[in-house]
């Protein structure tokens, strides 16, 4: 019998045990603890379980060391508002009424998972970036950032209440977690949002993480000088590292003695020296701004590193690559932070007994280009910015054995572990997974579908395909913020294990098409090529498929 051979995970009240036919002990029998844990913007390029091009993340690695690691998780709209949405509500952007952040208003009223958590006698808490602009609603707690957060010192609303804390944004954020998990009520489960703000833009490291990287080069990606050849919508849009990415907001390069004049967003140069720059007046607390000693610690880093910049005096190729080097320097500063915070929490639930019956979910809210194809940010379709890590530890530290799924397409080489799952698993499916770890039903309105069973190491038995009983074949992806910052073109697409078809709309008419396993980069689109008219009607028979099975109102 093959579940005899998999490790045992709990779920609910019942559990699978490392021998097929024992008794779960009786104090593994209370119901599961969830601590979901989200980045804003974290690629998977720069998690060392992923990838080991760029960095090491020994504390978020150990949650895929000891549990999951998905291979093939993906969102439905690379967005941080509409991302969050979908993960509350298990619905696609249409259907949970929140599609962009430039006019999103998250309908708060609406069924969520926290309500129906509670519901079922858990206690829930959202701490961090919450990013919906409505106040959070069926939360027995809620500590948020405002708005997009503050690396240093940020103003938080709890509960509806506005108070500044002192400190670095990622480690404050852990800290209220803790306190909160210290005040619950013992006798009850729980489940714990973390949200972390980090690594979103302007990607400013603790003090104490400055320059850490400062000895490493990283390599350009290889579609860094992509030209966009074949890809309209590619080439227009305003993400650039070279054109895009500006020196003092984005770079920190700002002079004390006057401006930096840039060709690219002028406007932000005055904001940028006033974001880092200003110090804060005795006793005051100013949303964004730094302490007199985080303030020196700043400027002795940045301040050699400016004046080198206005000496070089750099352009062309020499300006694009110096513009990445840095990029990458900061945002891989920002998250060592992450990774050694994630190491606080999971040190707090194994100190306070908590960590064999807690699952421990860790995530992003969406994918990021760390220069391929030139970009930074995220939206569209390609793989970068679609794919979005995703690692579950499920009580018991033991790796799961998964069920063998489909062969991966990655942009890379990150080899295969024994405890990978590579099924297709889309943010509209957290919602029904934790329903279903805390063994509460989940509701038919529910566009997602609950991976546990993947977590078991089981082929799930639900029909969702024309072939018959089995997981998902194809995902289906929604983007809508334009005309917005960034001016990515309206799209949606579907994906399949080897193929990606896209449609961009609007005030463009665009289809992209890419064969995944004989180019993997989505360089060279295929649409319209002879030869792919019989695979092209195959996939947009499958994107009209899941535009009804979904009712998007949007059809070919």
């Known amino acids: 019998?093959?579940?005899?051979?998999?490790?045992?995970?709990?779920?609910?009240?019942?559990?699978?045990?490392?021998?097929?036919?024992?008794?779960?002990?009786?104090?593994?029998?209370?119901?599961?603890?969830?601590?979901?844990?989200?980045?804003d913007d974290h690629s998977y390029q720069t998690i060392s379980a992923y990838d080991r091009r760029y960095m090491e993340t020994p504390n978020i690695d150990r949650l895929a060391d000891e549990g999951a690691r998905f291979t093939n998780s993906f969102v439905a709209n690379s967005l941080s508002g509409p991302s969050r949405a979908c993960m509350l509500t298990g619905k696609h952007s249409h259907a949970n009424g929140f599609t962009n952040n430039e006019h999103g208003i998250f309908d708060g009223s609406q069924q969520t998972l926290p309500k129906l958590l509670g519901e079922g006698g858990y206690q829930t808490a959202m701490v961090g970036k919450w990013h919906l602009v409505s106040e959070p609603t069926g939360f027995d707690y809620w500590d948020i950032l405002t708005g997009q957060g503050d690396y240093y010192n940020p103003v938080f609303i709890r509960n509806?209440?506005?108070?500044?804390?002192?400190?670095?944004?990622?480690?404050?954020?852990?800290?209220?977690?803790?306190?909160?998990?210290?005040?619950?009520?013992?006798?009850?489960?729980?489940?714990?949002?973390?949200?972390?703000?980090?690594?979103?833009?302007?990607?400013?490291?603790?003090?104490?993480?400055?320059?850490?990287?400062d000895d490493v080069t990283y390599p350009l990606p290889g579609t860094f000088y992509d030209d966009y050849a074949t890809r309209e919508a590619a080439a227009k849009q305003e993400m650039s590292i070279l054109a895009d990415r500006n020196v003092v907001y984005d770079l920190k390069m700002a002079d004390k003695e006057k401006e930096i004049h840039t060709p690219e967003q002028p406007w932000l140069e005055e904001y940028g020296r006033d974001l880092y720059r200003r110090d804060l007046a005795p006793g005051e607390l100013v949303p964004g701004r730094m302490d007199a000693e985080q303030q020196a610690a700043w400027d002795a880093y940045y301040d050699p590193l400016i004046d080198r910049f206005k000496r070089d005096s750099l352009s062309g190729n020499a300006l694009y690559e110096w513009k990445f080097q840095r990029y990458m320097r900061d945002y891989c500063s920002v998250i060592h932070s992450v990774d050694r915070n994630v190491g606080r929490v999971y040190d707090y639930l194994k100190e306070h007994g908590l960590l064999e019956n807690t699952v421990v979910i860790y995530t992003s809210d969406q994918g990021f280009y760390m220069g391929e194809h030139g970009y930074f940010d995220k939206r569209f379709m390609y793989e970068e910015s679609f794919r979005t890590p995703l690692l579950v530890r499920m009580p018991g530290g033991k790796p799961v054995k998964a069920a063998k799924g489909r062969t991966q397409v990655l942009g890379a080489d990150f080899g295969h572990r024994a405890n990978d799952i590579d099924e297709f698993v889309q943010n509209i499916d957290y919602a029904p997974t934790i329903l279903d770890i805390a063994g509460l039903p989940v509701p038919e309105d529910i566009q997602g579908e609950s991976f546990l069973p993947l977590l078991r190491g089981e082929k799930p038995a639900k029909v969702t395909t024309s072939e018959g009983k089995g997981w998902r074949r194809s995902l289906y992806y929604h983007y809508y913020e334009y005309p917005a910052e960034h001016s990515v073109r309206r799209h949606y697409g579907v994906r399949t294990e080897r193929y990606s078809l896209m449609h961009f709309y609007n005030d463009i008419d665009e289809w992209e098409l890419f064969d995944l396993q004989e180019d993997p980069l989505q360089l060279h689109n295929l649409y319209g090529e002879p030869g792919t008219e019989g695979l092209v009607q195959e996939l947009r028979r499958e994107l009209e498929r899941l535009q009804v099975l979904y009712d998007d109102p949007v059809r070919l």
């Not at 051979?5 to 603890?33: H, I």
């Not at 800290?175 to 009520?185: C, H, I, S, T």
């Open 1 to 39: 019998m093959e579940n005899s051979k998999l490790f045992y995970v709990l779920t609910g009240a019942s559990a699978l045990t490392a021998v097929g036919s024992c008794t779960a002990p009786k104090e593994a029998q209370k119901p599961l603890n969830v601590v979901y844990i989200m980045c």
């Open 160 to 213: 509806g209440e506005r108070l500044v804390r002192r400190g670095y944004s990622t480690d404050v954020t852990t800290d209220v977690a803790f306190e909160w998990l210290d005040g619950r009520d013992p006798d009850k489960p729980f489940c714990l949002f973390l949200h972390y703000k980090a690594p979103h833009r302007s990607w400013m490291p603790d003090v104490q993480d400055l320059g850490i990287y």
